[in-house]
């Protein structure tokens, strides 16, 4: 029996064409591709490796940062509070700011010392000291100014100032609240 094409094996062989000659060129398409768009893969490789530089050249710019962060924060623990506990670094509050508003003229009524404030997260505790002092205008300015210009980090946190009467009015009575700051001791 001869071999006769039907119009269904025409149709079975040309579909078969078909599909032999689309999976040749879908395992040959990456081949072609790369053969044909060689200035397109040269232009990505030349992106990436720009992009990798600027990433080099980035780590350079952020150690230096990093190393300017760790100066300047060593600048700053310098003026933290050096005692071992928070109740001697009161103590060591109490005595500059009294030694501050002795140097205006301003007359320190009372202290007291509040409860350390620590964040469990954080590195650092403040230590509160609520001072009452009476004077003038000019001397509250001076030792708030000498207070926040301390060689220690000394920072006022609450103020509240009231006319104290007098002769002539110009005494002021003021209550603030004066935090140093130390670092937390490993336990």
Do not use: C, W
């Amino acid at each position: 029996m001869p071999f006769t094409l039907t119009r269904e094996r025409k149709i079975i062989l040309i579909g078969g064409a078909i599909l032999l000659l689309l999976g040749l060129i879908y395992n040959l398409a990456p081949s072609v591709r790369g053969m044909l768009s060689e200035d397109e893969t040269l232009g990505l490789k030349e992106q990436k490796l720009m992009k990798y530089t600027a990433k080099v050249n980035e780590k350079a710019s952020l150690t230096q940062q990093e190393k300017a962060l760790r100066n300047r924060l060593k600048r700053i623990e310098a003026g933290l509070l050096t005692p071992k506990t928070p109740a001697l670094a009161a103590v060591d509050i109490q005595t500059m700011v009294r030694d501050i508003a002795a140097s205006y003229g301003a007359e320190v009524k009372t202290m007291r010392i509040l409860s350390a404030v620590s964040e469990e997260d954080q590195a650092y505790v403040a230590i509160p000291v609520e001072v009452t002092l009476s004077s003038s205008v000019r001397q509250l300015v001076e030792v708030l100014y000498g207070i926040e210009t301390s060689t220690r980090l000394l920072h006022v946190a609450d103020i509240t100032a009231r006319a104290a009467g007098g002769r002539r009015g110009d005494t002021i009575l003021s209550t603030m609240t004066v935090e140093g700051f130390m670092k937390k001791k490993d336990t």
